[in-house]
């Protein structure tokens, strides 16, 4: 197969077209210019025209402003004057009450005439300060008329007046500085107002030509615009190196969807395809190979599905399908497995023969969303499950969304069980193959909740991987399996215990100190305890797991591999992780009576482990058959229904005191 450019260089008519249309949008733009150019000059006059016509309007506001507040101050002054003379007659309680809210109501219509000043405070201070003395004298006149009537009328004429003059002054003069301002403001705009008489026929004469001339070349090239504003539409709606619909299209194709099935009974279903291992692609051969590969597989999938469906390139090697109209879920999964054999065939890609492999998710609106984003959301949800899970192909469920409300709130439930003790532990045995007899127990956690009783930790503990909470649940299983150790030492019960590690426990630089610490506290040696880390949670972060695991088996624990050949873990890893036993994956153990690719695997496994000097445990063992098969491999120990079903410690003691330590003696 031969492989398609990734760009395609522009043709010789391409670039006449472009330089057409450059000159065109060059006149376009001078037409433009000039006419914003007599605007801005007619802007120019009418901003100033408004700025003076405003500053007119603020004076002329503030004239009347001060007037009136001159007009109120002349109306107590004359109030003040005329209560002083009735005062001097007659000083009774009444008169001066009027006449004390008169000064009062002076002073307020001098602050009220300050303020129009802005923040002239010495001003105010001052004009204030002629009140008071204005009514200071008052006081000293009408002490004057209680002692000697015969001279108050000249005091008043030498003392009080005096005052009351130069408040009314102070009153008279910022009337006429504001009224002389307002009348120069007005001639200000008058005179705009002559210039714009002429300026702006002149200015729009202009601009009209302008405007014609513009319209004319405008005109020549709206055809052009119309194709390219086309062309953009394009490619804003469709992916470069594929050709199919990007993102914004798809979404927009899913909405109208939507809309058409909720006028009648049809169900749209949203595919999100992700390649796998399309990064090692990318990574060894390089980006044109990955070019090749995602332009194979738009075109591949393209045609397994039906003319009304939409494929997409989200991006990256993310891909989805768009089916308007599909009859449930069935009927989606069944064009999902024409779109995977549409990938199988491997890819031709410079002389490269390449397979790709595929993880579909899928969502169904009415059942798994009623909005695109929704779709967009669950359909992720459950490719990226698909992809754990390894199988292909998964139809959303709720029980796949680790935020759904429900979830979350188990997740704060587990939060106050890890404290209140909510949280038990059992037991399932481990037997030695050759002696037959029980060498250890693994603890498995359970939740006894108070209103939903026992909760499996399939519900549970993927939640708490996902956050720090894994933290606090791992230390409370180890602490509460080594009491456990601790009590079954004490009645003379030597017993292993097995507890389950994750990811980001080896990620955490105190859980080292956070074992041994637990191991001091409950007074159990080192070698009673063996800690079950998963192939996944090293391959995390290989160089942190082998410091981490390296101190843990330095101090004595027993470390062991589970579910050995599920995950990825390479030879090159293995031979160099301080680690001391290897469980065999129970989906190989389960069928290596019935499979013989299954019975190899696990021959390999156990000869594998050998060569490297480890212990071989083999869990699922739920027949006779498949312990006989093992034990003929040369497995070392074993544990699974067949043997004992996980039981809590009080049961585990009797079961074990019955047999006496050894199950088929």
């Known amino acids: 197969m ?15 077209a472009d330089s057409a249309g450059r000159r065109l949008r060059l006149s376009a733009h001078t037409a433009s210019a000039g006419l914003v150019a007599v605007l801005l000059v007619l802007t120019v ?5 408004a700025i003076t016509n405003a500053a007119a309007a603020t004076e002329a506001e503030l004239s009347v402003e001060v007037s009136e507040l001159a007009d109120a101050a002349e109306q107590s002054l004359a109030m003040q004057e005329e209560l002083v003379d009735d005062l001097v007659v007659e000083d009774d309680a009444g008169t001066r009450a009027a006449y004390q809210a008169a000064a009062g109501a002076t002073r307020e219509a001098l602050r009220g005439i300050g303020t129009a000043h802005g ?3 010495q001003q105010l201070e001052r004009w204030l300060g002629l009140q008071a003395r204005y009514e200071a004298t008052v006081a000293e006149l009408l002490d004057v008329a209680r002692t000697d009537p015969t001279v108050a009328e000249e005091f008043e004429e030498e003392h009080v007046e005096v005052h009351f003059d130069a408040v009314e002054e102070v009153v008279q003069a910022e009337v006429w500085e504001h009224r002389s301002a307002a009348d120069e403001a007005l ?3 008058r005179g705009a107002h002559q210039v714009l008489l002429w300026v702006t026929p002149a200015v729009f004469g202009v601009g009209l030509a302008l405007v014609a001339w513009c319209t004319t070349v405008l005109h020549r090239s709206r055809r052009e615009t119309a194709a390219r504003a086309e062309e953009n539409r394009q490619q804003a709606l469709h992916d470069a190196l594929t050709g199919l619909p990007n993102r914004t299209l798809l979404r927009q194709r899913a909405a109208a969807a939507l809309d058409a099935a909720a006028a009648g009974p049809g169900t749209v279903a949203l595919m999100l395809i992700d390649l796998d291992r399309f990064k090692e692609i990318n990574d060894t051969l390089g980006h044109a190979y990955g070019d090749v590969v995602l332009q194979v597989v738009g075109e591949r999938l393209l045609g397994a599905v039906r003319a009304t469906d939409t494929v997409a390139r989200l991006g990256g090697d993310e891909f989805a399908i768009l089916l308007p109209n599909v009859h449930g879920a069935d009927a989606a999964l069944e064009l999902a497995a024409r779109a995977q054999a549409a990938m199988e065939a491997p890819i031709e890609a410079e002389g490269a023969t390449l397979d790709v492999d595929a993880s579909i998710g899928i969502a169904l609106s009415g059942v798994d969303g009623g909005d695109v984003e929704s779709l967009l959301r669950n359909a992720d949800i459950a490719m990226y499950s698909a992809k754990d899970r390894g199988v292909g192909v998964c139809v959303f469920d709720t029980g796949l969304d680790d935020h759904s409300p429900e979830r979350l709130g188990l997740l704060g439930e587990l939060r106050r069980a890890i404290d209140s003790g909510e949280l038990v532990l059992h037991y399932q045995p481990k ?13 498995l956690v359970r939740w006894q909740h108070p209103e939903r009783g026992i909760i499996p930790p399939a519900l549970f503990i993927p939640l708490a991987e996902r956050t720090p909470l ?5 230390r409370y299983v180890i602490d509460t399996a080594l009491a456990q150790c601790a ?3 004490a009645e003379g019960r030597t017993l292993q215990v097995a507890v389950n590690v994750s990811a980001r426990n080896l990620l955490d630089d105190g859980f080292v100190d956070d074992v041994l610490e637990l191991l001091v506290r409950r007074g159990v040696p080192a070698a009673c305890l063996e800690l079950e880390v998963t192939e996944s949670a090293i391959m995390a972060d290989p160089a942190r797991a082998q410091q981490i695991l390296g101190r843990l088996a330095d101090a004595g624990i027993t470390l062991s591999i589970d579910d050995f050949g599920a995950g990825y873990t390479s030879l090159a890893h293995l031979k160099d992780l ?3 036993q290897l469980k065999i994956d129970r989906s190989f153990v389960a069928s290596m009576t019935t499979d013989r690719s299954d019975a190899l695997i696990v021959r390999a496994v156990v000869e594998l482990g050998h060569n490297l000097g480890l212990t071989t445990v083999a869990e699922g063992v739920e027949d006779e058959a498949t312990w006989q098969r093992l034990r003929a491999a040369g497995c070392d120990l074993a544990q699974g229904y067949h043997l004992a079903r996980p039981m809590p410690a009080s049961e585990l003691e009797g079961w074990y005191d019955a047999t006496r330590g050894v199950l088929r003696s």
Do not use: K, N, Y
Not at 2 to 16: F, G, H, L, N, W
Not at 433 to 443: K, P, Q, W
């Open 2 to 16: 031969t492989s398609q450019p990734t760009a395609v260089p522009a043709s010789r008519e391409r670039r006449t």
């Open 45 to 49: 006059f009418s901003v100033g025209a």
């Open 119 to 121: 923040e002239d405070l």
């Open 187 to 189: 001639a200000d705009l």
């Open 431 to 443: 037997m030695a193959m050759v002696s037959e007899e029980v060498c250890g127990v693994e603890a």
């Open 470 to 474: 894994i933290h606090p649940l791992t």
């Open 487 to 489: 009590r079954w030492q």
């Open 578 to 580: 301080p680690i001391h």
